[in-house]
């Protein structure tokens, strides 16, 4: 992106004034990308919190307190909130898609600015793929039992210590969850529970960790085109 918006050619086509229409579609774009982003990275922000008070309450308490039932209800509240803003958010990256920026550059359009505009359009698509992605794993299935026994749920999905379903992250912490909070479990069992919910939350806030990591430098990314696009226009 940063190269082809450093090619002369490309600064000339998007001077165009005749093609006004498509050099806004092409400003606007990371634009909506950006107001994404900045939801996406304070709903993770939001989780991170979550999860490390969630740790802090383990090393400090047993499974039978009050505390550590209210963290559990806690994180699976924060779990649908965050599901509910993700698929809103899946719905607008899919109208992104079909806007006329996500069309086929008209056969009348100057054909340097046709070039430049089919290029764009697959950066955009990539890069909305990409948070389709993300909020897909955010917005993951909460593994949560609805039945007294927990161990029948947990047992579905596990056997001998192991998945036997492909979960993610964010679903393992559920798992970890539900085993943590069986009826009646001995000592040793509790707190090998208590252990592997710990090590389960760990494991998520390195992957928030990481997509954070990622977001922050297509922030700059996305920030850096769009000022580019101004500086060609207004030029």
């Given at each position: 992106?940063?190269?082809?918006?450093?090619?002369?050619?490309?600064?000339?086509?998007?001077?165009?004034?005749?093609?006004?229409?498509?050099?806004?579609?092409?400003?606007?774009?990371?634009?909506?990308?950006?107001?994404?982003?900045?939801?996406?990275?304070?709903?993770?922000?939001?989780?991170?919190?979550?999860?490390?008070?969630?740790?802090?309450?383990?090393?400090?308490?047993?499974?039978?307190?009050?505390?550590?039932?209210?963290?559990?209800?806690?994180?699976?509240?924060?779990?649908?909130?965050?599901?509910?803003?993700c698929t809103k958010y899946l719905v607008l990256l899919k109208n992104t898609e079909g806007s006329s920026f996500g069309a086929s550059p008209p056969l009348d359009l100057n054909h340097r600015l046709s070039a430049v505009v089919r290029v764009l359009r697959e950066a955009s698509l990539i890069t909305?793929?990409?948070?389709?992605?993300?909020?897909?794993?955010?917005?993951?299935?909460?593994?949560?039992?609805?039945?007294?026994?927990?161990?029948?749920?947990?047992?579905?999905?596990?056997?001998?210590?192991?998945?036997?379903?492909?979960?993610?992250?964010?679903e393992k912490v559920d798992l970890a969850l539900c085993r943590m909070l069986m009826d009646n479990p001995t000592k040793d069992f509790e707190v090998e529970n208590i252990q592997f919910a710990h090590e389960e939350l760990e494991a998520v806030l390195l992957v928030i960790e990481g997509l954070e990591n990622g977001l922050d430098c297509l922030f700059k990314h996305l920030i850096n085109t769009r000022v580019s696009f101004l500086n060609l226009v207004s030029n």
């Open positions: 992106m940063e190269d082809l918006l450093k090619l002369p050619l490309t600064q000339q086509a998007l001077s165009l004034d005749q093609n006004q229409k498509w050099v806004d579609e092409l400003i606007d774009c990371p634009v909506r990308f950006l107001d994404i982003l900045g939801e996406t990275r304070d709903a993770m922000m939001l989780m991170k919190g979550n999860v490390r008070d969630f740790q802090s309450a383990l090393r400090r308490r047993k499974v039978g307190d009050l505390v550590i039932q209210n963290h559990v209800s806690s994180y699976w509240s924060m779990r649908r909130k965050t599901r509910k803003q909305s793929s990409i948070f389709q992605s993300l909020v897909s794993f955010l917005s993951s299935p909460i593994l949560r039992s609805k039945v007294n026994n927990k161990w029948r749920f947990v047992s579905r999905v596990m056997r001998k210590g192991r998945l036997v379903e492909n979960v993610n992250e964010l």
